[in-house]
């Protein structure tokens, strides 16, 4: 079994490499499979077609991502820290070389072939903690409905532009410290929303 999950690594990892520098169109199930030092026919075993195994790249991707554990408003609690805990969520995944790997290859893919990227992203729900933060801010009646779901959208669009975006232009990850800051600027930024009764 282990010996199968690491051919299934070699042949991931080798993939990652063929698509970065070649595309998708003109990637080689060949190369492929001589980059993870497989024999075809076990590379064919794992992933029947080369839209497989991308969509298994971009299925990992989201997954690192994604995080669809809830996280719940807490009545009388200080707001600021529970923005931190939450904007934290959202960013950490962004220091991980391999999820920013995959996550800059899905980017550039999808310049080249959107309408199938897109397809493959549809079912991922990245802005799930975010969006269950303020909806159950709203239902504790602390900002409104609508403001909650404008909220949500806002904080993921904000933890994007300062950690996603910063990370796949630069070819870099963010560092924990990065990282942190970036909660910090979040959740003061955020907290006003909460003391004005949005």
């Known amino acids: 079994?282990?010996?199968?999950?690491?051919?299934?690594?070699?042949?991931?990892?080798?993939a990652l490499i063929e698509f970065q520098e070649n595309g998708f169109t003109f990637a080689n199930m060949d190369r492929i499979s001589e980059r993870a030092q497989v024999s075809k026919r076990t590379l064919y075993n794992y992933f029947e077609s080369k839209e497989i195994l991308f969509q298994e790249i971009v299925?990992?991707?989201?997954?690192?991502?994604?995080?669809?554990?809830p996280c719940v408003f807490l009545p009388g609690k200080d707001i600021i820290p529970q923005l931190h805990d939450l904007a934290l969520r959202l960013a950490l995944p962004y220091t991980d070389a391999a999820t920013m790997k995959m996550s800059r290859l899905i980017v550039g893919e999808m310049l080249r072939n959107r309408e199938m990227i897109t397809d493959m992203l549809f079912e991922i729900e990245l802005a799930a903690p975010a969006e269950a933060f303020f909806i159950s801010a709203a239902d504790a009646k602390i900002i409104s409905h609508q403001a909650g779901a404008i909220l949500a959208v806002n904080f993921h669009a904000f933890i994007k532009s300062q950690c996603f975006w910063p990370a796949i232009l630069s070819g870099e990850t963010l560092s924990l410290a990065e990282v942190n800051q970036v909660a910090k600027s979040a959740s003061e930024m955020f907290a006003h929303q909460f003391r004005a009764g949005s």
């Open 59 to 69: 299925t990992r991707a989201g997954n690192y991502l994604s995080d669809n554990e």
């Open 1 to 14: 079994m282990a010996r199968k999950l690491r051919k299934l690594e070699q042949v991931v990892e080798a």
